[in-house]
């Protein structure tokens, strides 16, 4: 009986030894610290990190990491002055995809060069400041009190656009719950801007699509101006026959009446060429953009607005082309008021430098001492 068991203590102990070299060929040889083909060199989070941070060389550390099968950063100096677009764990490696682009790096404690971080205090914005956080780009409103006419006033007016959000402040200074702190990124010029408005006026702000950066023209508004059922103005644009390009920028301003005394002619319907500069005019305050649009030759507008009740103007645009430096337009102002229309149609040429005005609506804004006029000219003209 004791012969048969040799044989199987001798195949036992063969199989612990291959075991054996197994198990040294695979976990042993690893004992001496070298990293194993499955792991690499990353950077890893020290710390939990939330979405808009600037990293910081004390929220990172290299260490060995399994392959994450997606590109990851090795170096710290890849990482510090990033910012981390979604929310990263402690311990978890630092993908490229939870960060910002590279070439929007800041550094020098998470200010930009030649930038500044300042401070506001918002009011009225609530739910926009529920959306944000750092990186974010947005838009600042400043609100502050006029007398107009012997009238109280509010007047709205951008003050800065596409700024960068570089921090929400929890908390603001004796627990105002009616405004929220926000640190901002600007230029040392508009950061005196915004501490004077921070100061004097009510700020909002608005939140803009993180792709858009452009910056839009925009007149200030104010109360009595949306009180005062001011022209609301629609473009409706379709086709026409194409012709050589030419483009137009269409504006509808609405300016004191004693500003045109022997300039212009307003008691008839009418177009005509005009020297008028209507920005000195809003300069002075005696005049003010109602909109702007844009028209390309081989397209034609009609812009319609009302003012009051009964009084309703149109406009039909239609640029002809341009040849040897001039352009030729087809207008056909109308005008309806208290139940009387009145019609023009003219065809006008005017120069690269020029512009062509149509004027005399019979408006109850001409009887308040203000008028309408719509000026077309060539883009670019200076």
């Known amino acids: ?11 036992a102990l063969v199989v612990a030894v291959l075991s054996t070299g197994v198990f040294y060929g695979l976990i042993a040889g690893r004992m001496d610290g070298s990293p194993s083909a499955s792991t ?21 550390r290299l260490t060995q990491i399994p392959d994450p099968g997606a590109p990851f950063l090795g170096r710290l100096e890849d990482a510090v002055g990033r910012r981390v677009k979604q929310k990263i764990e402690a311990g978890k490696p630092i993908l490229e995809a939870n960060l910002g682009p590279a070439e929007e790096r800041i550094s020098g404690g998470g200010i930009p060069e030649g930038m500044r971080a300042i401070t506001i205090h918002i009011s009225d914005s609530t739910g926009v400041m529920r959306l944000l956080k750092g990186g974010d780009r947005i838009d600042v409103q400043s609100i502050l009190p006029r007398q107009r006419q012997g009238e109280n006033d509010i007047e709205v007016r951008t003050i800065l656009q596409n700024a960068v959000v570089y921090q929400v402040v929890a908390e603001t200074p004796n627990n105002n719950a009616s405004r929220q702190a926000l640190t901002i990124l600007s230029s040392p010029q508009d950061a005196e ?40 103005v629609q473009s409706n644009f379709h086709p026409g026959a194409i012709v050589k390009p030419a483009e137009l920028e269409v504006s509808v301003w609405e300016v004191e009446y004693a500003a045109l005394d022997g300039i212009l002619s307003t008691d008839s319907l009418q177009v005509s060429r005009s020297g008028l500069k209507f920005e000195e005019l809003q300069k002075a305050k005696r005049a003010h953009l109602l909109t702007s649009s844009r028209l390309v030759a081989g397209r034609s507008g009609e812009f319609s607005w009302k003012a ?29 008021f208290s139940g009387a229309t009145r019609r023009v149609e003219s065809t006008i040429q005017i120069g690269l430098q020029q512009s062509a005005l149509v004027s005399g609506w019979a408006t109850p804004a001409k009887t308040e001492g203000r008028t309408v006029l719509v000026s077309i000219a060539p883009v670019g003209r200076k």
Do not use: Y
């Open 1 to 11: 009986m004791k012969k048969n068991i040799i044989p199987l203590v001798i195949i």
């Open 40 to 60: 690499r060199v990353g950077v890893v989070a020290n710390r939990g990190l939330d979405a808009g941070r600037a990293l910081q060389a004390e929220d990172l």
């Open 193 to 232: 801007r915004l501490a004077a408005a921070d100061t004097g006026a009510r700020l909002r702000v608005i939140l803009r699509n993180q792709k858009d950066h452009q910056i839009v023209s925009l007149p200030s508004a104010n109360l009595l101006n949306l009180s005062a059922a001011r022209p609301l």
């Open 308 to 336: 009051g009740e009964s009084a309703l103007m149109k406009v039909r645009i239609e640029p002809l082309g341009a040849s040897q430096g001039e352009l030729r337009i087809k207008v056909q102002p109308e005008s309806t």
